[in-house]
Structures are given as structure tokens and as C-alpha cells.
């Protein structure tokens, strides 16, 4: 296992902002894993996986924290589109592994900065709450982790998940993702290669690239609401509400934890006044 001192964590998120880990450490296997959430069992520890869909306090230091991107790279085709596929891979890599043995179905996810086990534990998909095309738990078969309270590995079936739209049962954090089984259907690659060119270019046209962004910031929300705070906002620098999507925040290079923790609770007091229901999807370290 290697561990890190020091580290900045804003480098190590998409946002690009963030404080600093004490202890930073990377287990390069589950055997590593384990004996680390032993050692930790009576302290606070934080898991960060791709560091997206989260906003890290820039003011605090973070005594320990396990990054989850070298325990579990395995990806094995175990037949007639059943994979296994270890969280610590990065979904493009994933998406390139299925579709060279023929299979697919979640192209469109191309374009996220995550792992695969983040896509699990957010239940990462494609569309709106009542829109959706897909979500990542719709591929589920098991999903194997381990029990951070003994270190006992387990598996959890696709019921047991509880995927919900941006939701599963690992966000109560109590499980660390290790992996996945999942089922896909035969895909043929000019329809793998045409879903994925296509995703690139509606990305392209309705994101802000190359900025620091977490993804959406709300789960639930209302669109007037947020088009509104949007256009009475002055535009300063820092972070800002994307003008191609009011529920992204972006971060042109020199924004702050506070700058934005003060447009989210702008949005949340506003919702609140309108009687409007409003849920976050970002994960906040405060």
C-alpha cells in the first residue's frame, strides 16, 4: 500500500477545488483495503474515488483519506455478456472493454470523469428524473464489497441496491465498492462506436469544457428557479452557474469552497421560499 502526505485534494477532483489529506492513502489490493479500515476503524476516514459529484472544503485538513483507484482493475468477460468489472477502472476503459467483446449498452457515459465504482454508488445514468434512458444499475447483477465495519467481503444482489435515480444503498456508507457483475446485451460496433460519437458531441455543445465542474449539483429541482438565479447573478469570476446548464456550477480556475457553497444555499433558500422541492446530488465534505 502506498501512502501520501500532504496531498492536495483539489488536484485529485474534478471541480478543482479542495483542502489537503494528511494521509493519503492508495491500496493496491483488497487484502490493503481491509487492513486499512481496521486500523482507522475508531477514527474518521473519507473514500474518494474520481473526485467527481463532490465539493471538498478548501479551509480544512483531511487527516485520512483512501483513494479507491488501484485495489480492484480487474475486468473479465465470464460469458454471454456477464462481466466483472473492478471499481477502481475508469468507465472509459470499461466501455472500451465491453464493446471490443461485443457487448454494450451505457456508451453515453463516455464522457464522465468517474470510476466504475462511483457511476455504482451514485447510480450513474442518462436523462432527467422523469426522463431517464438508463441508469448503471440497470446492468446490475451483484455488486461485491466490503463491510466497513469488519472488513468482511460481500455480495450485494441488483434488489438489495436499492437503485433509485442518483441513489443506492452505498451512499449510507457503510459498504466500500470493490466490483461488480454485470449483463450486457450483444452490440455490434459501429452501434458502440455511433452511440459514443454522438454522446462526445451532445456533451460537447451543452457542457462547458476544460472548466472545473462536479456534474449537476441538484437531484431534484425546479428549472424556473434555477434559470432565475442564473440570470440575476452577476458574473464576477470564480464559480458560476453554467450558461448552458443552470444546475452545473462551474469553476474557471480560481473559485472557492465558499463561492460556491454560496450559490447552492442561494438556490436551496430560494426553493425553500417557493415551496419547491429541492434534494442535492453533490456530495459536499464541509
Keep these: 500500500m502506498k501512502v501520501l502526505n500532504d496531498v492536495s485534494l483539489a488536484k485529485k477532483t474534478t471541480f478543482k477545488v479542495g483542502g489537503k489529506a494528511v494521509n493519503y492513502y492508495i491500496p493496491e489490493n483488497t487484502d490493503d483495503v481491509r487492513r486499512l479500515i481496521s486500523d482507522l476503524k475508531d477514527r474518521e476516514y473519507y473514500i474518494l474515488s474520481g473526485g467527481s459529484n463532490l465539493l471538498i472544503n478548501d479551509k480544512r485538513s483531511y487527516e485520512h483519506i483512501i483513494f479507491c483507484g488501484e485495489f480492484d482493475r480487474e475486468m473479465t468477460h465470464l460469458g454471454d455478456g456477464r462481466f466483472y468489472i473492478g471499481a477502481s477502472n475508469r468507465i472509459q476503459r470499461v466501455i472500451s472493454f465491453v464493446n471490443e467483446n461485443g457487448f454494450g449498452g451505457f456508451e453515453e457515459l463516455i464522457c464522465l470523469p468517474a470510476m466504475f465504482g462511483g457511476n455504482i454508488y451514485m447510480n450513474a445514468g442518462i436523462g432527467g428524473k422523469n426522463k431517464e434512458k438508463f441508469n448503471i444499475g440497470d446492468f446490475i447483477i451483484k455488486v461485491k464489497c466490503m463491510d466497513r465495519s469488519n472488513g468482511d467481503i460481500v455480495w450485494i444482489s441488483k434488489e438489495d441496491c436499492k437503485f433509485g435515480y442518483r441513489y443506492s444503498i452505498f451512499k449510507e456508507n457503510n459498504y466500500i465498492i470493490l466490483g461488480a457483475e454485470i449483463q450486457l446485451s450483444p452490440q455490434s460496433p459501429d452501434v458502440s ?47 458560476y452557474q453554467s450558461h448552458l446548464n443552470s444546475n452545473w456550477l462551474v469553476n474557471d480556475g480560481s473559485g472557492t469552497f465558499d463561492d460556491a457553497m454560496k450559490i447552492i444555499d442561494r438556490i436551496t433558500f430560494l426553493h425553500k421560499l417557493f415551496h419547491a422541492s429541492i434534494e442535492p446530488e453533490v456530495i459536499i465534505w464541509k
Design 193 to 239: 462506436k455511433n452511440n459514443i460519437a454522438k454522446r462526445r458531441e451532445f456533451c460537447k455543445s451543452h457542457q462547458e469544457w476544460g472548466k472545473g465542474c462536479f456534474g449537476s449539483c441538484f437531484s431534484t429541482k425546479n428549472w424556473k428557479i434555477l434559470n432565475m438565479t442564473r440570470k440575476l447573478s452577476k458574473f464576477k469570476g470564480g464559480v
